[in-house]
Structures are given as C-alpha cells and as structure tokens.
C-alpha cells in the first residue's frame, strides 16, 4: 500500500523525532496526502482530517472540492460528504448537489475522488480547541445523537500511534466513555474497529480521519500532540 508523505513546515522552535523523520511544529504542516481512486479502492472514497486551521480557509464543502479539484487540475471530485450523527449516515455534496455544509475544525470527512490525486494540504493546528463527542441522544450540531458516533480529524502531529491509545486517551477526559474507534477501509467501503478488548488495534495515520462511538458525552478533550 502506498503511504502519504508527511512533511512539516515549522516556522518556529520544532520537535524533531529522529526515529520516524518527522518534523512537528504547531506552526505550520504541509501534508502530501494520496486521495486514491476506483481500482486502487473500491469506490475512491477516503475519510480524511483537515488541519484545525486550514491556510486555504476551506470553510465549506465547496471551498474543499474546489481546493482538490485545483490540486488535481481537473475535475476528479465525485462528492465530499460528512458524518450526520442524527442518523448515522451521511451528508454529501457534489458541487451541483446536496448540502454546501460548513467544515468544522474537529471533524474529518469522506472525499470521492475518480482517479488518484496527491493532495497537498497545508494549515496548523489549535492546540486550545476543546474536542465535543456526543452521546446518544445527546443535541449535537446535526440534531440529536442517534447512537454516539462522531466523525474525529486526527491532528497531523499526534503523539498517538495506535487505536487503542486514542482509545485510552478519550477515556482519561470521558471516564471510559469510549465504545469504539474505526477507520475507513478503502478497499471494502467498510469500517475497521477496535473497542479496546476487540478488532484491530489499527495504526492511527496523519491525513486520516475517525469515528469515535461513546457512550455518554465527552466535553474538552484536548489531543495530545508534539
């Protein structure tokens, strides 16, 4: 499988993590992140995180699929959608569409490409902003949670490597909140999940996004980063 390349610009003091190559800043990252079509996958959809402060100031779903389309010099984009958490389900819009929803900084969204596009992403983080999961039933931006499951953008310079330890992290805010934590899996249009006890304890990937499923609300969870 091919990886996206992580490259980070720091326009400050940086953390240089020898081991893996990595320059982290929370100045400023650049991310060569691969956006993979049909037959590389089964359909070219990705769930992927945004920086919490994007330079391009995506705002909106049609800003994103202008920004990609641009990168790619055509039109590749089929959709970008979001995760409703009032009817577990999505929110899509094409262009021509659905819904122009607006991008929040906190959550990750599925992106459709029709052919392979290395996307480059550029934008910082905000290492104050506290991060909502919403329970269920809870009142959430959608409406009211059907089952607790929250879409989760995973910042590019996480101290965290695995699900389990996103996992652990959460649950030192929620009081062991947590149910689950999946990722998207290109290559079935399904989701791979780990509970803590089981599934697969998957490797956490700058670029990716996540749905975190709780069981009660966790409120100003700060993620760990270098």
Known sequence: MRKSVFLVA????????????L??????????????????????????????????????????????????????????????????GLIFYTGFSGTNFSIVPEESYFVAVNTDVNYIVVGS????????????GSTTPDGASASGTNSFSFPYHSTLALAGELINEIDAVGGGAVASVSKWDKNTDGLIFYTGF?????????????L??????VTGYLPSHY
Do not use: C
């Not at 089981?198 to 996540?210: D, H, K, R, V, W």
């Open 212 to 217: 975190v499923a709780v069981g009660g609300d």
């Open 10 to 21: 720091a326009v400050g003091l940086a953390a240089v993590l020898v081991a893996g190559g």
């Open 125 to 136: 983080h905000n290492p104050g902003l506290g991060v909502t999961f919403y329970g269920p």
């Open 23 to 88: 320059f982290a800043s929370n100045m400023g990252f650049k991310l060569n992140f691969l956006l993979e079509g049909p037959g590389t996958t089964a359909s070219g959809t990705t769930l992927m995180s945004l920086p919490y402060n994007p330079q391009t100031n995506i705002t909106n779903a049609d800003l994103l699929l202008q920004d990609i389309n641009a990168v790619a010099g055509g039109s590749v984009v089929g959709s970008v959608s979001k995760w409703d958490r009032s009817a577990d």
């Open 198 to 210: 089981s599934g697969t304890n998957f490797a956490l990937i700058p670029g990716e996004g996540y």
